[in-house]
């Protein structure tokens, strides 16, 4: 079975504090994600990652940073935590494969509260 | 306009019930189709997908595509309470594969 986790379940930050998310799969997967998940507006792609060292923007970059040294292992970084960026986030990993739909294999979620 | 749309619920429905879950989408492009499902304080996992239109079944769910009107359908026979979860849709926004769009989710609850 796939597996991705997270560092935390339940994080409670101040504003302006560095935050950091860890996310750890072990299934060898070349693309990792990270997603921020709110009501009314579904999940949204912050960042992900198809190789060691590289990393693309998603829709809502702003305020986010990511790492990703080894391969299994993909950091999210809040650089000043805000209270807008309280919100649940979302890991996930998937293979590449040629020609076909790549599922996304989905951690437990982080829930961050930046009071 | 978003790219994928959904009714965010919530649905209550009896313990038996046919449900149904829909979506519509913008990008004519899309050709994949997926449903997550999510339960309280869990990840999404991935249900099931359809590749362009028709209908797919998986044991009590059935995947509907209507590519003409950009309409998703799931439909869920002799509901039972474990179903009680958020249903994504979701289609990939690449032509790799790799990204997603998913819709908002609806909150399904199947009472006893």
């Known amino acids: 079975d796939v597996k991705v986790t997270q560092s935390s379940r339940y994080l409670v930050k101040r504003t302006g504090e560095k935050v950091f998310l860890e996310c750890v799969q072990d299934?060898?997967?070349?693309?990792m994600f990270w997603y921020r998940q709110d009501p009314g507006l579904g999940l949204r792609l912050i960042y992900f990652s198809y190789d060691v060292k590289m990393k693309e923007k998603g829709d809502i970059p702003e305020g986010y940073s990511v790492s990703r040294e080894k391969k299994e292992r993909f950091s999210l970084i809040l650089e000043s935590a805000s209270t807008n960026q309280t919100s649940m986030y979302l890991c996930a990993s998937s293979e590449t494969s040629e020609g076909r739909m790549d599922e996304q294999y989905f951690g437990p979620g982080t829930r961050l509260t930046v009071t | 306009q978003k790219e994928v749309e959904q009714d965010p619920g919530p649905l209550s429905v009896p313990e038996g019930a046919i449900v149904s879950l829909n979506c519509t989408y913008s990008?004519?492009?899309?050709?994949?189709f997926m449903w997550y499902r999510q339960y309280s304080r869990k990840g999404p996992e991935l249900l099931m997908y359809?590749?362009?239109?028709g209908n797919k079944e998986d044991g009590r769910f059935t995947a509907q595509v209507d590519k003409s009107s950009k309409y998703i359908s799931l439909f869920i026979r002799d509901s039972q309470p474990s179903d009680s979860a958020t249903y994504l849709c979701a289609t990939p926004s690449d032509n790799y594969g790799q990204n997603f769009v998913f819709g908002p989710g609806t909150r399904l609850s199947v009472l006893p």
């Open positions: 299934m060898d997967h070349e693309n």
């Open positions: 990008n004519s492009a899309f050709q994949y």
């Open positions: 359809t590749y362009s239109s």
